[in-house]
C-alpha cells in the first residue's frame, strides 16, 4: 500500500515538473528574437532605460493600482514611449495589446525574494502572487528578466545563446558516442546471456543523461526562435531514436512498471546519477553485478521477424535467455512452421555477426 501510494505521488510531482517545464518554454518562445516584445525590449536596452512590463491574467485585482487606460494594440515603439513614464505597464496575457500604463504594483511584502533593487523585488512578488508573467528591465545593469510565477530567467543576446547553445550540443554528441557503445556492449551481452544490472544501469545512466542536456538545449531553441534552426537539426540528429530505445528498455527490465522506473530516474539527482551502482541501488534493489536477463522485445525487434512472433516467443518463454536456449521442438510449437524455426535462427546468427563486426543494429 505505502509503495503505491509512494507511486503515485512520484508521478503527480513529475507531471507537474513536466508541466512547469512546458510552461515555461512556451514563454521563451515569445521572446524570441524577431518578435514584436523582444524587439521592443532590445529597444529599451539600447536606449538604456528601464520597464516593468506585466501580463494581465485575470490575478491582478489586488496588486495593481491602474493608471492611465490604454487599451491599444502592441507594437514596439508605443511600448518604448510609454516606458518613458514611472510605473508598470500591463499588457493583455497573449501580450499583443496594451492595456494600461504608469500603474503601481503592491505585492506582498511577505513573499520572500532573492531580488535587491525594488523594480525586480515588485517583479518577482508580482510574478509569484499573481502566478503571471513579469518583465522587468534594468537600465543600470543592461538586462532583462523574465520572472514566470515561481521561475525566474536573464535574456541573453542572441550571439550569447547560440554560443551557450552550440557549446551544449558538442556535450550531447560527445554523450550519444558514449551511449552507442554502452549499448551496443548490451546488445552484445543480451546474445551471449550474460548482463548484469550494472551494464543495464550504465546504459539507463547515458539515456538520462542525454535527456537532461536536450532538455537544456529546448529551453535554448525556444528562446532562440528561427535562429536556431541549424542546431536545434543537430538536436533531431543526436536524440533519434533515444525515446524508442529507452521505452523497449524499460519494458525489458521493468515490465512490470516501466513509467515508475523512468520517473525515478527523472527525479535524481545529477551528481547521484553520475555513479551507476546508485541507479542499481534505486531502480533494482540489488547488486550492481547481479546476472539479469531482459524478456527481449527490444533485441528481437532488431530483426527481420515479424511482431506477432516476438510477441508469441516472449509470452511463451519470457525472458530472452530463455528464447535463445529453446530446442528447435520448442521453437516449432511456438511459430508453427520449420522454415519459421530456421528464419529465427538465421536472424539470431546475422544479428550476433552485425554485433561483433561492430556494425550499427
Known amino acids: 500500500m505505502e509503495k503505491n501510494k509512494s507511486t503515485k505521488k512520484s508521478s503527480k510531482t513529475s507531471k507537474k515538473k513536466k508541466i512547469k517545464e512546458k510552461d515555461f518554454i512556451d514563454v521563451l518562445k515569445m521572446f524570441a528574437p524577431g518578435t514584436s516584445i523582444r524587439t521592443a525590449l532590445n529597444d529599451l536596452l539600447r536606449a538604456r532605460m528601464g520597464a516593468l512590463i506585466v501580463a494581465d491574467n485575470g490575478n491582478l485585482e489586488k496588486i495593481v493600482e491602474k493608471g492611465f487606460r490604454i487599451n491599444s494594440k502592441f507594437s514596439p515603439q508605443r511600448l518604448v514611449e510609454l516606458a518613458k513614464m514611472d510605473g508598470a505597464i500591463i499588457l493583455s496575457g497573449d501580450l499583443k495589446k496594451i492595456l494600461h500604463a504608469n500603474t503601481l504594483l503592491s505585492p506582498s511584502s511577505s513573499i520572500s525574494t532573492k531580488e535587491t533593487g525594488t523594480r525586480h523585488k515588485a517583479a518577482d512578488r508580482t510574478s509569484k502572487q499573481a502566478q503571471t508573467l513579469v518583465v522587468a528591465v ?23 545563446i547560440i554560443r551557450r547553445a552550440t557549446e551544449t550540443l558538442q556535450t550531447l554528441e560527445r554523450q550519444k558516442e558514449i551511449f552507442n557503445d554502452v549499448l551496443d556492449n548490451l546488445n552484445a551481452l543480451e546474445l551471449k546471456r550474460i548482463v548484469t544490472i550494472n551494464d543495464v544501469s550504465s546504459v539507463l545512466q547515458r539515456l538520462e543523461i542525454i535527456k537532461r542536456i536536450s532538455g537544456i538545449i529546448k529551453r535554448y531553441l525556444a528562446e532562440l526562435g528561427k535562429e536556431g534552426m541549424v542546431i536545434n537539426m543537430g538536436l533531431k540528429e543526436a536524440i533519434k531514436n533515444i525515446d524508442k530505445e529507452e521505452k523497449m528498455l524499460l519494458k525489458d527490465y521493468f515490465s512490470s512498471n516501466p513509467s515508475f522506473a523512468s520517473k525515478l530516474l527523472s527525479r535524481m539527482d545529477f551528481d ?30 532488431k530483426t527481420n521477424l515479424l511482431e506477432r512472433h516476438i510477441t508469441s516467443l516472449i509470452k511463451k518463454f519470457k525472458r530472452l535467455d530463455k528464447v535463445l536456449l529453446a530446442s528447435d521442438e520448442e521453437l516449432l510449437e511456438v511459430l508453427g512452421n520449420e522454415g519459421l524455426v530456421t528464419f529465427f535462427k538465421e536472424e539470431i546468427y546475422n544479428l550476433r555477426e552485425k554485433i561483433r563486426m561492430g556494425k550499427k543494429i
Open 138 to 160: 534594468s537600465e543600470r545593469k543592461n538586462k532583462i528578466t523574465l520572472y514566470y510565477k515561481d521561475t525566474s530567467y536573464e535574456l541573453d543576446e542572441s550571439s550569447e
Open 272 to 301: 547521484f546519477l553520475l555513479e551507476p551502482m546508485n541507479i542499481s541501488r534505486m531502480l533494482f534493489e540489488e547488486l550492481h553485478d547481479k546476472p539479469i536477463s531482459p524478456k527481449g522485445k527490444r533485441i528481437l525487434n
